[in-house]
């Protein structure tokens, strides 16, 4: 479905690239020293080792920041949000407001998230979130943006023909559907309150969270309906 | 259908990502001025053929934080590629197995 990004040439390649790293497919007797690293990532050590050798960086500042995305922060956070504005009308109004405040209340700001806009999804207008200019995203609510949002595919054709891309995930709209596109900047980042799955009163917060995909706050897709 | 997605395809990209916000912490650059650089060699990049948004994005990456750490001399290129140089020649002349360091081709 998502070919046009090559979804699936990346996930192949990274399947690949896994194999490619695993322990037992080395031919120790072919080739006795270490594997050679890709050319780049030579490079990148080169960069790290200067710079530390100058104390302009520590190492473990970097393990740090790796370990943080990595592990730590992901849409999980986006979804709470999500969640919480879906179950709670004073914090979804609060959120139209000042959505920084909120979002830092929760512990979701800092690094590319300091000036957040939330859109609400509703059924005359639908939100799609891109970045032309290169991948202006919402680190602390989404964590680091997927291979799709940073192709020139996602990123040309997102404000060109955004119809023909929500199709390409599987989104079709109603005609009366407007699709209003937002493109981020370093400076502003936009996360989509997509609607509410029919079906769902009552439901905790904690179960909402389910529904609430990375896509669907990006705006390539819709909130899970139970 | 569901391989959940690494969040960097490859570890140099992890690297190269630390390694930049890392040096916004730390004051060297303010975040919008390196996506106005960062933009540019993806420009440039994309008119040969359409970036991916993998490997060759951070491949971008790269050649534009190499390019500023040059200009501010911070890292100078020639030393950059002495260093790059070095670990090759480390990564080649250690044993498959043992830690590699710098130290190796000493």
Known sequence: ?226 | MSIPEPVFEAPWHAQLFALTVHLNEAGHFAWPDWAERFSATLKQHGMARDLNGGDDYFTAWLETLEAFLAEVEMADPDAVEQTRAAWERAYLSTEHGKPVTLDATV
């Not at chain 1, 939100?127 to 290169?134: A, G, K």
């Not at chain 1, 559907?177 to 936009?190: F, G, I, M, P």
């Open chain 1, 1 to 226: 479905m998502r070919g046009d990004f090559g979804v699936q040439a990346w996930t192949s390649r990274l399947l690949r690239g896994k194999l490619l790293h695993m322990p037992h497919d080395h031919h120790d007797h072919d080739h006795p020293h270490s594997l050679l690293p890709p050319a780049p990532a030579l490079r990148v050590k080169a960069l790290e080792t200067i710079l530390t050798q100058k104390g302009l960086l520590d190492p473990a500042a970097l393990d740090e920041i790796i370990d943080t995305y990595e592990n730590k922060i992901g849409p999980r956070n986006g979804a709470h949000v999500v969640a919480k504005a879906w179950s709670d009308p004073d914090f979804a109004a609060r959120l139209h407001e000042d959505a920084d405040k909120e979002l830092s209340a929760l512990g979701y700001y800092g690094r590319q998230g300091e000036h957040m806009v939330v859109v609400e999804n509703t059924p005359e207008t639908h939100n799609m979130v891109v970045c032309t200019l290169c991948s202006c995203y919402p680190w602390p609510l989404l964590g680091i943006p997927p291979g799709w949002y940073k192709s020139d595919a996602y990123r040309a054709r997102a404000v060109r023909e955004p119809r023909a891309v929500l199709a390409d995930f599987g989104v079709s709209l109603p005609e009366q559907t407007a699709v209003r596109v937002w493109d981020s900047t370093a400076e502003v980042r936009y996360l989509v309150l997509p609607m509410r799955p029919r079906s769902t009163d009552g439901w905790s917060e904690e179960a909402l969270m389910d529904l609430v995909t990375r896509d669907s706050m990006i705006g390539t897709g819709l909130a899970v309906q139970p």
